[in-house]
């Protein structure tokens, strides 16, 4: 049974950057996408970008203007979501959501890690 | 970018009534890229439905889903409690960043 297991809540100041983890387990970490996708109070889902199972990235390029970072430790099944120059329109729960490769939907989610941002 | 635009905003339904839920895409969408959600309050979304029709695992068959190009629909074919929850359609294009969209979501409550 896959777990994506995401780190707890945060609150940080503007400009500040935060880093949320996703750990995985129950399948092979790198057979699979890992995706973010974010919900900020009270609105819809928002795709934010993909860790490929081979490790590359790609986001929402214009959405994010190279504020979001994401990587990976392969030993530990952990692929880290790290967000910069924080605005307060950054709150919102972040979620790591699983893909198979070519499934083009999610199957398995995190349990959700909420980002508050506030001066 | 592919905007989905989901109808009606809420629904409100009593146990045993039928749920017909709509997603409209601003461009023509392939069937196979198009999958719905089911969100309830203070949990991660989960996912009902992929490539339009095709259930996922353990999903009850009171859910449907159908539609096609820019299209699609989700049916509930007899409300149970446990069903009563903000849905979402999601597609994917390679050819219109950003690769996946939600809808703004459908919520289902008690009438």
């Known amino acids: 049974q896959v777990q994506l297991v995401q780190s707890g809540a945060e609150v940080k100041k503007p400009g500040a950057s935060v880093k949320v983890s996703c750990k995985a387990s129950?399948?092979?970490?790198?057979?699979?996408?890992l995706h973010w996708v974010r919900q900020a109070p009270g609105h819809g889902l928002e795709w934010m970008g993909t860790?490929?199972?081979?490790?590359?990235?790609?986001s929402h390029g214009q959405k994010f203007q190279g504020r979001l970072t994401m990587t990976r430790d392969t030993s530990t099944s952990t692929v880290y979501m790290e967000l910069s120059s924080l605005r307060s329109e950054d709150t919102a729960v972040y979620y790591c959501?699983?893909?198979?490769?070519?499934?083009?939907?999610?199957?398995?989610w995190g349990q959700g890690t909420l980002v508050t941002v506030s001066s | 970018e592919v905007v989905l635009t989901q109808s009606p905003g809420t629904l409100s339904l009593s146990p045993g009534e039928r749920a017909t839920l709509s997603c409209r895409a601003s461009?023509?969408?392939?069937?196979?890229?198009l999958a719905w959600y089911q969100q309830k309050p203070g949990q991660a979304p989960r996912l009902l439905m992929y490539a339009t029709s095709n259930r996922a695992t353990g999903i009850p068959d009171r859910f449907s889903g159908s539609g096609s190009g820019t299209d699609f629909t989700l049916t509930i074919s007899s409300l149970e409690p446990e069903d009563f929850a903000v849905y979402y359609c999601q597609q994917y294009t390679g050819s219109s960043p950003p690769p996946f969209t939600f809808g703004p979501g459908t919520k289902v409550d008690l009438k």
């Open positions: 959501a699983r893909e198979l490769p070519s499934a083009v939907y999610f199957d398995y």
């Open positions: 860790m490929f199972s081979h490790g590359a990235t790609t």
């Open positions: 461009q023509g969408v392939s069937g196979r890229y």
């Open positions: 129950g399948d092979s970490f790198t057979t699979y996408h």
